[in-house]
């Protein structure tokens, strides 16, 4: 039998509080030497990191240095993921599995920041560093993380974790800092002795000076004003130094630029310092897997069969209707083209959308029943006649009015909406197909291909020539609503304007040169519609 042998030896309990004491003091002092190794690690890499952040982008959204930037970025990221997975002790901290090709999003990330170099307007340089962003946190993610059977919703609550994570670990760099100072103090005896002897000269060296400035200010006044007195030149010399100190003033442009550049090195400092520290930690690593894991539900099936049904059946009818009125011509009484174009345009885009999102939470609640199946079919096969419908109205309102930059943006999207659709229709026959691969390639070649067209160049060519042929043209919207990358399609009597947008920017140009031109700031479409207007250096 066994028997549990209670000591009451009055040593060995005294012994036990301190051997707790020790263990807590042990465990205390390798949390301070992982966070001295972790300063190590990311401190200065992040600093400077910080400074070519600041250096390329600062008052600088569309310069030359953007690619540099992007370029630059991969670099960074891609030399300090290695590093801090070369030195994990349990290896967790380097997922070699990749999901979506790296070089791919490595190349869609730099000509991303290329188009920026090579565009005036302001919302491509936006959704072009959107997207940047967007392809390096999950370069990142699928580095940290497995991510094969990862669903759409897993991804965005992975992405979400890992960047919260990393925001709230931004104070950090100060908790590492004062463990490395503290580290640094706890050097060995001689090392201790060599301090405080160093710490000794300097504290003997800074009293002697200071008795000495104390000894020798008094005196030196004394001195300088009979010396004054004695020359006039020695005089006018010592006037104009005190004068210049006295009325020293700081330019309020220069101080404000000093406080806006610190305040960016040390925002993007933190940011990086905390997106690393977060996301190389095993124990936050697995708290990111769990999270994105897709738990199984079992909902009762007929309760989508019934929502897809009902909707299958307006659907139905709606598609009908479009395929009767719109595509046959036969409209209802009073409505021109244009007018029923317009009409309703945005509440199909908004249910194209909505279907996409209903098939997606099917399939990931309710599984997929072969009725359910059918009914999904019939749901995508409805939407993609709703985009087609979505796309004649806007094109017959464009036919009558002209592009527009929204105008133009919505086409692109709806050929992106069907181009999801279809592979949400594919991932509907087959779970194991990588849906949100599928998204994010075909939508990121997509957006490169629609920023790298310049669509404003095409807006004013379309419309011109539409004026051209006869048709009213909004010269309004020539003259004031597009950037410079039209300035290529335009005539000269509509830039040259002095009451036109272009006019009073090139003007601008001149004048502020370094700022809008400048090593940094130079951008390709800026410098040919400068070109063309032969602005040079007043």
Request: contains cysteine; proline residues 2%.
């Amino acid at each position: 039998m066994d028997q549990h042998v209670i000591t009451t030896d009055p040593q060995a309990l005294a012994a036990v509080p301190q051997m707790d004491q020790l263990a807590a003091q042990e465990a205390k002092a390798e949390e301070t030497r992982k966070k001295q190794k972790r300063f190590q690690m990311f401190g200065a890499g992040s600093f400077l990191y910080a400074l070519f952040y600041t250096f390329c982008l600062y008052r600088n959204a569309s310069g030359i240095t953007y690619p540099f930037f992007a370029g630059g970025t991969l670099l960074f990221f891609g030399y300090f993921t290695r590093k801090s997975e070369s030195s994990s002790a349990d290896g967790q901290t380097g997922q070699t599995k990749t999901h979506i090709n790296k070089w791919f999003l490595m190349v869609c990330i730099v000509i991303a920041g290329i188009l920026n170099a090579t565009t005036d307007s302001g919302v491509l340089v936006f959704f072009n560093t959107m997207l940047m962003f967007v392809l390096l946190g999950v370069l990142l993610l699928q580095y940290w993380h497995d991510l094969t059977g990862w669903s759409v919703a897993a991804y965005m609550k992975g992405g979400m974790t890992m960047l919260s994570g990393g925001i709230a670990s931004t104070i950090t760099p100060l908790y590492d800092v004062t463990a490395w100072w503290q580290q640094r103090r706890m050097g060995s005896k001689a090392e201790k002795k060599e301090i405080n002897e160093k710490s000794a000269r300097n504290r003997r060296l800074v009293r002697s000076v200071g008795i000495g400035l104390l000894i020798v200010i008094p005196m030196a006044v004394i001195i300088a004003i009979m010396l004054a007195s004695a020359d006039a030149v020695f005089y006018d010399l010592v006037y104009s130094i005190l004068f210049d100190l006295l009325t020293f003033s700081v330019d309020i442009d220069v101080l404000e630029n000093m406080i806006r550049i610190t305040v960016s090195i040390a925002v993007v400092s933190v940011m990086c310092y905390g997106m690393f520290s977060y996301n190389t930690e095993p124990q936050n690593i697995r708290t990111i897997d769990n999270r994105a894991q897709t738990v199984k539900t079992n909902w009762d099936p007929y309760i989508a069969v019934t929502v897809n049904g009902v909707m299958c059946v307006m659907y139905v009818v709606f598609s009908g209707i479009q395929i009767v009125s719109l595509f046959l011509g036969k409209l209802p009484e009073g409505y021109t083209y244009s007018a029923y174009a317009r009409h309703g345009f945005f509440e199909l885009v908004f249910v194209c959308v909505f279907n996409i999102v209903l098939v997606l939470c099917t399939l990931a609640y309710f599984g997929c029943s072969r009725i359910l199946r059918v009914l999904l079919t019939v749901i995508c096969g409805c939407t993609y006649i709703m985009t087609v419908s979505s796309a004649y109205r806007m094109l017959l309102y464009i036919a009558s009015y002209q592009l527009t930059f929204l105008r133009l943006l919505v086409l692109w999207g709806l050929v992106m909406i069907a181009v999801v659709m279809t592979g949400v229709l594919v991932y509907t026959y087959n779970q194991k197909f990588s849906l949100l691969r599928f998204m994010l390639v075909t939508l990121t070649a997509g957006w490169l291909c629609f920023a790298a067209a310049h669509p404003d160049y095409w807006i004013a060519s379309y419309n011109i020539a539409a004026s051209e042929a006869g048709q009213e043209c909004d010269s309004y919207y020539l003259r004031r609503r597009l950037s410079l990358d039209a300035v290529a399609a335009l005539p000269d009597e509509l830039w040259r304007d002095k009451d036109s947008v272009y006019c009073g920017r090139l003007e601008r140009y001149r004048w502020q040169r370094d700022a809008f031109m400048g090593f940094r700031t130079f951008n390709f479409s800026r410098a040919y519609a400068a070109h063309r207007a032969g602005v040079k250096e007043p």
